[in-house]
């Protein structure tokens, strides 16, 4: 079956880097700026299919990300989680494990002449909230995310 | 500082579990059944601060409770998230890692005279859905994961 998060070439203005078993994209969703997805390099249908390789190079990922954006941006704090549940609105489903970095902050933050703000910190993430960016702050989000990396 | 996460023995009605890193409790809001939450079992304050052993264990127990509610419940998928929000209302915030799960259903499940359902199946769960249940219902839960965990 085709597989989206298999073929993401569409997305490559989006991608960041990437590790022996996931690639890192930016999220088209940037009202929580630096917000991220770490996509499994191999189709996965659960996180239960994960080998202990791969968790150990999601937790190395982890380690590098909160780091890097927390240099970047000043993030406070960070939410993950792997929902997959867009993947089961059609039959047969076909899930493809994938992570979802969501930084979180108690402060606004100016970057490209926008000021990004968290209202909702401390509370759960507002999914119904979406900014969506202009390919050139998009493209200045992710240089500032790889300049940080390499000194991470 | 006073860890809530770390004294959890006023939640020992809700404890199904525990493995070398990890203690697995039932959620109180069951609207999700089976509906569970792993604490570390010691303080650490991002994920970024786990070790590669403890993220083995995640991982195992991961598969372990992936498979046992399928068994018990009939689970479709599962939605997993390491948030943390809420430590962060106060000042200074004391987080503790730990991570929800929730199962996911794309049918009706009838259990001790209960019909679970989840509304919202395919789409991101919604944090605002509630359910708590009699003492009663709670242990018939606890009980039907612990049958099936002993066989998985």
Request: glycine share 2%.
């Amino acid at each position: 079956m085709d597989c989206s998060w298999c073929n993401l070439d569409s997305f490559s203005d989006y991608f960041i880097y990437d590790s022996e078993y996931f690639s890192v994209y930016l999220s088209e969703d940037q009202s929580l700026l630096g917000r991220l997805i770490l996509v499994l390099n191999r189709h996965a249908s659960s996180l239960s299919d994960l080998t202990h390789e791969e968790i150990h190079d999601f937790l190395s990922n982890v380690k590098i990300i909160e780091k890097t954006l927390t240099k970047a941006f000043g993030t406070t704090m960070f939410n993950w989680s792997c929902l997959m549940n867009n993947s089961f609105k059609k039959q047969p489903s076909f899930p493809h494990v994938h992570w979802h970095c969501r930084p979180r902050y108690a402060h606004d933050v100016s970057f490209t002449g926008l000021v990004f703000s968290d209202p909702d910190f401390a509370h759960h993430y507002n999914n119904k909230r979406k900014l969506f960016v202009s390919p050139e702050v998009r493209q200045s989000i992710i240089s500032a995310i790889r300049d940080n990396l390499s000194s991470v």
